[in-house]
C-alpha cells in the first residue's frame, strides 16, 4: 500500500535564530495519513512536541502532496523536490512517451540532491531523466511508522482507523435485479 501525504501549512511561533526573538511563521509540513481528518490530528500531535503549553498552532492549510516517494537521508537538513521523468517508447506511434513523477529527497544541497535521487533511480529497469531538482519548502516529514519501537502502538492505532471505514465488495442482488429489469424494460 502506497503512503497518501499530506502537506499541512501551520503558523505558529518560531524562535528566529538570527535576532533571538520568536515570530508568527507559516511553515509547511508533510503528514503520511489516510484523510484529512486524520491528517490535521497527526500534524497538531507532532507540532505538540515542539512547543510549549502555552504556544498554539493555527493550520492553514491541508492538501493532498503530489509526491510519488520519500527518501530521507542520514546527515542531511534539507527537503529536495526532484523531478524525475520515465521513458517509454510507444510501439504504435513510434514516440518517445515521459511521464513525470516527483520525489522528495533529504540532502544538504542541489548536487547532493541530484545524486541521491540518482541512488534512489538506480535500481530503475527503465530509462529515466532527472530534468530538475530544487529545493522544497517542506520543513519536516512525519512518516506514519517510523521504525522506532514505539511503533507498535501506532500500528494498532493504523489498523483500527483503517478497519473503521466500511469496505463494500459483495453485490447487493435486489440492485442488481432491479437494474436488470430496468434494462430489459428500455
Not at 538570527?18 to 503528514?31: A, D, I, R, S
Not at 481528518?37 to 491541508?62: F, H
Not at 542520514?74 to 513510434?94: M, T, Y
Request: glycine share 2%; with cysteine.
Amino acid at each position: 500500500m502506497s503512503a497518501t501525504w499530506y502537506e499541512c501549512k501551520v503558523k505558529y511561533r518560531k524562535l528566529d535564530q538570527t535576532t533571538g526573538v520568536q515570530k508568527m511563521k507559516t511553515e509547511p509540513f508533510l503528514v503520511d495519513a489516510i484523510s484529512y481528518t486524520e491528517a490535521e490530528a497527526r500534524i497538531t500531535e507532532e507540532m505538540s512536541a515542539y512547543l510549549t503549553d502555552s504556544d498554539e498552532i493555527k493550520i492553514t492549510n491541508i492538501k493532498v502532496a503530489n509526491y510519488a516517494e520519500i527518501h530521507p537521508f542520514e546527515n542531511s537538513d534539507r527537503w529536495f523536490k526532484s523531478r524525475v521523468s520515465l521513458i517509454a517508447f510507444d510501439e504504435e506511434s513510434g514516440k518517445e512517451r515521459k511521464s513525470n513523477q516527483y520525489l522528495l529527497v533529504q540532502a544538504n544541497d542541489v548536487k547532493e540532491a541530484f545524486e541521491n535521487t540518482m541512488e534512489v533511480m538506480k535500481d530503475t529497469m527503465g530509462e529515466f531523466s532527472i530534468p530538475a531538482v530544487s529545493e522544497s519548502p517542506i520543513m519536516d516529514v512525519f512518516p506514519y511508522f517510523s521504525g522506532e519501537e514505539d511503533d507498535l502502538e501506532r500500528v494498532k492505532k493504523f489498523t483500527a482507523l483503517k478497519d473503521s471505514v466500511p469496505v463494500n465488495i459483495g453485490m447487493d442482488e435486489a440492485m442488481e435485479m432491479a437494474d436488470t429489469l430496468a434494462t430489459e424494460s428500455e
